[in-house]
């Protein structure tokens, strides 16, 4: 069995579905994840982001981690892996950015250099290699190594028992939201309303700022009484907040 069957079959197994973001491949990796067939059911699609302005546009890649660390970067990587998940909403995604060469290479950061994240509910992985071959050699290689990273992932995720996985739901549902103001005038959520019932927030995780669907929103990982992990953004134009992803199990310590 391919590599690409064996991801096909460990999504299909576990009812998950995934997404692809690639620059250095130019769409490889999503050519070889279709080359099965029935691979409509659990593969929603991907983005081919080439340019530092498609990365932000279209995976919602900051300027500033562009700006800091370039496109061929673990920092890079891992926000094309959310940006791709967030904007399929698709369960897992993966995300390639390299140099494949022949030129484009640097000093500390030569040709063949390339880093692979995947991102999933609770699990974020970022690997870094650099190949030897020439600019498809290359390619190929990239693509190999991210389907082995999903091969990987899946087959931990899938000893794991199904009653323990986090249960993820995209929700995308405008919430009342309780707030405290800073002194930058930046509001935190302290609790919300949703489907009639009050959540108290218990912790704070991440936070971030990301471009959505023409959008600005301020988004906070948070977490609740019962185990239970949430994503809240708030519209930065509308002031508006949106549920955008809950976990009814605690994936991660926020």
Known sequence: MTLEEQVGALLLKQDL?????????GGLLGHRLTNVAGSSAYYLGGVVAYSYEAKERLLGVQHETLAAHGAV??????????????RL??????????????????????VGLVHIALAAPGAEICEE?????????????SAEAALRMLVSFLKVQAAVEPNLRPALEFVREPVGVDIHLRRDGTAIPLGFVWRSRHYRIESWGRESVEARDG???HCYLVQTAGAETWELCQDTETAQWHLVRHWAARAQSV
Not at 17 to 25: F, G, M
Not at 73 to 86: K, L, N, V
Request: charged fraction near 20%.
């Open 17 to 25: 579905t995934l997404a692809t973001a690639e620059s250095c491949t």
């Open 73 to 86: 970067s673990e920092e890079t990587a891992r926000e094309m892996a959310r940006g791709a998940r967030d």
């Open 89 to 110: 909403h698709a369960s897992i995604a993966v995300a390639i950015t390299g140099i494949a060469g022949p030129g484009g290479g640097m000093p500390n950061k030569p």
């Open 129 to 141: 290699h650099t190949w030897q071959g020439d600019r498809v050699a290359n390619k190929q290689r």
């Open 215 to 217: 959008h600005t929103w």
